[in-house]
């Protein structure tokens, strides 16, 4: 098991920038890969950036260029820079943790964190 436990979001005026946090603690060392989901009201939970223990990134294109995640493996850490924010950037973001491969793969959430851009 997987226990994760996020910080930062709130609310931020258009072009400013945030940034989240997010600790694995539990069976961390089985963990291949963490990152951030977003899920607007209405919409389904969406990708918007992952990192690997190997350090590959992946981003959604809709925040390419103004997120940055970065993972600190020794601390379990993963935290999102989130840059020139945007109002379609509002949403709740959720942490996540992924374990094993293929079929044997288990994804694990934390609790979520808002974040609202508006002036």
């Known amino acids: 098991q997987v226990q994760l436990v996020e910080s930062g979001g709130g609310l931020v005026q258009p072009g400013g920038s945030l940034r989240l946090s997010c600790t694995a603690s539990g069976s961390t060392l089985s963990i291949n890969t963490m990152g951030w989901y977003r899920q607007a009201p209405g919409k389904e939970r969406e990708l918007v950036a992952t990192?690997?223990?190997?350090?590959?990134?992946d981003y959604a294109d809709s925040v390419k260029g103004r997120f940055t995640i970065s993972g600190d493996w020794r601390r379990n850490t993963v935290s999102l820079q989130m840059n020139n924010l945007k109002s379609e950037d509002t949403a709740v973001y959720y942490c996540?943790?992924?374990?094993?491969w293929g079929k044997g793969r288990h994804d694990y959430w934390g609790q979520g964190s808002q974040v609202t851009v508006s002036s």
């Open positions: 996540n943790a992924r374990t094993g």
């Open positions: 990192i690997t223990s190997g350090a590959y990134t």
